[in-house]
């Protein structure tokens, strides 16, 4: 049977390719702003969310997504204001969530253990159409802010003090990153699961710095690598019988280990091709005077 006759399965990959598209696409941002691992946080927070979704018998995804966007507005305040004592915060924050999550999770009557594994880690077997329409709305959202605003948000990544002299309104910009990141987080839990889901936003876009030479570029390729792994983890998840989001990972760090491995060769050979270049540059001769003739 095709891979595709299985509805299961054309709605995990669906939801893999959303993901492969958001992930990459907020984290190109995030590692330029040098916060890699806010979505591993943004993760933890987004437990207490799926386990209030199923206290409440309300749906998991869109409970973790305003909870998940509550924590990253905390964190945008935290970073403001906290001083010395932000990280102490950040961490309670971080911890709290996630064991609230899984106390919640254990107080509701459809919680389970293997409910809180489907979340933690992914599951493309508990992909459900209400999850599909969520997914792609959140998705949507994502898109539009990360490609909409893409010239803004480069500004306050590359240079805050700048970018406010020029009269870009940065705090809420700063803000809006935070929430587009808890977005993404919520999008991409059912498929390779919360605490793998920074992962996803991290390595594409480590790895396609590696060959990349410059932010759009770099934009463009990490969305492409994040696409690729996605849905052919998925699709090897489901052959294999293996876990979804642990094949994404484990496909995304072996892209990453292979352009690393490209990058030298490709940084020598532009190398060469621009001292050729430099070589062959002659300097065209001025107009000849009367001066220049050879007299005997």
């Given at each position: 049977?095709?891979?595709?006759?299985?509805?299961?399965?054309?709605?995990?990959?669906?939801?893999?390719?959303?993901?492969?598209?958001?992930?990459?696409?907020?984290?190109?941002?995030?590692?330029?702003?040098?916060?890699?691992?806010?979505?591993?946080?943004?993760?933890?927070?987004?437990?207490?969310?799926?386990?209030?979704?199923?206290?409440?018998?309300?749906?998991?995804?869109?409970?973790?997504?305003?909870?998940?966007?509550?924590?990253?507005?905390?964190?945008?305040?935290?970073?403001?204001?906290?001083?010395?004592?932000?990280?102490?915060?950040?961490?309670m924050l971080f911890y709290g969530g996630m064991a609230g999550g899984v106390m919640l999770m254990n107080l509701s009557d459809s919680g389970s253990s293997a409910n809180l594994s489907s979340y933690l880690f992914g599951s493309i077997a508990t992909v459900s159409q209400e999850d599909i329409v969520a997914i792609c709305v959140l998705a949507a959202f994502v898109i539009l802010t990360t490609v909409g605003l893409r010239r803004q948000l480069f500004a306050i990544c590359q240079d805050e003090e700048f970018a406010r002299v020029t009269g870009l309104p940065v705090r809420m910009?700063?803000?809006?990153?935070?929430?587009?990141a808890a977005v993404t987080v919520t999008v991409a839990m059912r498929v390779v699961g919360l605490l793998l889901v920074s992962a996803l936003m991290v390595i594409p876009v480590a790895a396609s710095q590696q060959i990349a030479r410059s932010f759009k570029a770099t934009f463009a390729l990490a969305v492409g690598i994040g696409v690729t792994v996605t849905v052919s983890g998925t699709a090897t998840s489901y052959y294999a019988d293996v876990p979804s989001g642990a094949t994404i990972v484990l496909f995304a760090i072996g892209l990453f280990v292979l352009l690393t491995a490209l990058a030298t060769p490709l940084a020598k050979?532009?190398?060469?091709?621009?001292?050729?270049?430099?070589e062959c540059t002659l300097e065209a001769p001025g107009e000849r005077t009367t001066a220049d003739d050879v007299r005997v």
């Amino acid at each position: 049977m095709d891979i595709l006759d299985l509805a299961f399965m054309q709605r995990a990959l669906l939801a893999a390719l959303l993901v492969g598209v958001t992930a990459p696409a907020i984290g190109t941002y995030l590692v330029q702003r040098r916060q890699a691992l806010m979505g591993d946080g943004l993760g933890h927070v987004a437990l207490t969310g799926v386990g209030l979704g199923f206290l409440l018998n309300s749906s998991p995804v869109w409970m973790a997504t305003a909870v998940c966007i509550a924590g990253a507005v905390v964190m945008e305040l935290i970073r403001w204001y906290g001083r010395t004592r932000g990280d102490i915060a950040l961490a309670m924050l971080f911890y709290g969530g996630m064991a609230g999550g899984v106390m919640l999770m254990n107080l509701s009557d459809s919680g389970s253990s293997a409910n809180l594994s489907s979340y933690l880690f992914g599951s493309i077997a508990t992909v459900s159409q209400e999850d599909i329409v969520a997914i792609c709305v959140l998705a949507a959202f994502v898109i539009l802010t990360t490609v909409g605003l893409r010239r803004q948000l480069f500004a306050i990544c590359q240079d805050e003090e700048f970018a406010r002299v020029t009269g870009l309104p940065v705090r809420m910009l700063n803000l809006l990153v935070a929430v587009t990141a808890a977005v993404t987080v919520t999008v991409a839990m059912r498929v390779v699961g919360l605490l793998l889901v920074s992962a996803l936003m991290v390595i594409p876009v480590a790895a396609s710095q590696q060959i990349a030479r410059s932010f759009k570029a770099t934009f463009a390729l990490a969305v492409g690598i994040g696409v690729t792994v996605t849905v052919s983890g998925t699709a090897t998840s489901y052959y294999a019988d293996v876990p979804s989001g642990a094949t994404i990972v484990l496909f995304a760090i072996g892209l990453f280990v292979l352009l690393t491995a490209l990058a030298t060769p490709l940084a020598k050979r532009r190398a060469g091709r621009a001292a050729a270049a430099a070589e062959c540059t002659l300097e065209a001769p001025g107009e000849r005077t009367t001066a220049d003739d050879v007299r005997v």
